[in-house]
């Protein structure tokens, strides 16, 4: 299978395994939180994460099957933190990949509820009885244990503290790559450490792939920054590195734009490098350098 | 010991370990969330979910210790909800338990954030590696399916949103059971059944701390909607029944407010008859009973 392939066959499996997750047990009249839920969760968007959950447990020899529930319960709280993130009192974003955010529609209080079900939900989905098949219960604790860590505040939710600190301050490149790591990298990091856990990786293949997800990690971040400007420069047709003038440092205002287009192949490289544990990587070499390569 | 002894010495014990549970591992700075979530979890409160999870532990004669970590995770649960309660876009509360609401003190921004940072703080605490010296990590992940399905869109975000559609109609007495049962309920059943399941409890006591559950959660709500209209009268001389004129059903404005009085002791007592499956059912008789003289 090509990289395309494998992806949309990822996506297709884990869109249809999130539609039966986001449903109530029974409907009590609560059936328009799970409706909501199900409108950002099938909103798009590449599903890198579950992806990387599946690719890295099929490379240990582990079954894919098995990986489903955790690579589904990333997911959740993928678009748990976009719902809650695009709310009024946090960025005020009124789209979302082209349609309007889950506030816009649902209102901002079944939104706030509706990202809070999706976190719980997402927990609901990696202690499900029907995983005790073919998940061992103490792997199912680690892996509750690694989602819960990425996800909350010294993670994911910690980073997006420290971005919101970061709207009223400059900060240095170093506490850049902080925010970076807890607020995007961390969620990346998890899919591939679940992946691996799923898949009774070795020690020597977990640390790979962590050195993986750290690099793709960082490139796609730094990645995003540039197209931000290079959008902004063709769009408005403003003088590169205005985000910086407004106040907000990010990768471009800190090292220049060549810098980081340079820093981005290293990376990729970088990624495909430290997965020389695996004797077969999959998709996971092509996937890196594809990254280095996107387009908005 | 009395009750009050009892339930001060489980307020201490609780309090002292959520106060290690709410740090940072490393603070990146990202310590201002930290700080918001423990503003929230000290502000007193009576502590009666985790108090049911250690009582029901401690006569099912398991270890109190072993309790612990779940008894905080549910107390998280709790907190994270009424922080997100109290927003604006929900019930815009200035006050909780006399003191500035969260996102008074911290902004909205952080307080959604320190609400979802003790959601997934309750699962990290859950699944603490500390956890499996005294707990099985069979029992840790059911107890964590519990808690997720008790706080979800099936238990409790599943009753706000019922909560949240009866402001706009009057609803029967069924859909306020439901919605009761969701809301509020689903919490305090999870904490009886939290303290059964690592206490190893038999079938029988399970099924009976289920009922005493229902009982008193159900006695509980009933209580508070008395109290808030004689509470209501007393301060301002309102009319009894004021709030169901208001177009919100309670169960004073449904059943009048002497039938309301009979059910809470009705309910007491049928919580206290549930117990005989436990030879020493400690103080569990005497806070079911205490619950339906409450006052404010």
Redesign the interface.
């Known amino acids: 299978m090509t990289l395309n392939e494998r992806l949309t066959a990822y996506s297709k499996l884990v869109e249809q395994q999130l539609l039966t997750y986001i449903q ?3 409907d ?3 059936g ?3 409706e909501a ?1 199900r409108y950002s969760a099938m909103a798009g968007g590449k599903r890198l994460r579950p992806a990387l959950v599946l690719e890295f447990c099929r490379v240990c020899g582990g079954d894919q099957q098995a990986a489903l529930p955790f690579a589904c319960a990333l997911e959740m709280i993928h678009t ?1 933190s976009l719902i ?1 993130d695009d ?4 960025d005020d974003d009124d789209l979302r990949r082209g349609k309007p955010t889950n506030h816009k529609v649902y ?4 939104a ?2 509706a ?3 999706l ?3 997402a ?2 989905t ?4 029907k995983n ?1 098949a073919m998940v ?3 792997t ?3 892996a ?2 690694a ?3 990425a ?4 993670g994911m ?6 971005d ?2 970061a709207e009223e301050t400059r900060i240095s490149l170093d ?1 850049l790559k ?1 925010l970076q790591e ?1 607020k995007t990298g961390a969620l990346i990091g998890v899919a591939a450490q679940l992946g691996c856990l799923i898949g009774h990786a070795s020690e020597e293949q977990m640390a790979a792939a962590l050195e993986y997800a750290r690099c793709i990690g960082l490139a796609f971040q730094i990645q995003d920054d540039i197209l931000d400007i290079e959008g902004d420069a063709e769009t408005f047709g403003k003088s590169i590195g205005s985000d910086a003038e407004n106040g907000k440092s990010t990768y471009p205002s800190l090292l220049g734009l060549e810098r980081c287009h340079e820093l981005v192949h290293e990376l990729s490289q970088q990624a495909v490098d430290a997965l020389t544990p695996f004797t077969d990587a999959g998709i996971l070499p092509e996937l890196a350098l594809s990254l280095a390569d996107r387009q908005k």
Do not use: W
């Open positions: 109530p047990e029974e009590k009249g609560q328009i939180i799970y839920c748990y809650h709310l009024p009192c946090m209102g901002e209080a079944t706030v509820l990202g809070d079900g976190l719980n939900l927990f609901e990696a202690s499900d009885p005790t061992s219960a103490e199912q604790v680690q509750i244990r989602l819960s860590r996800s909350g505040m010294d939710i910690g980073g997006q503290v420290l919101m600190a506490q902080t807890l």
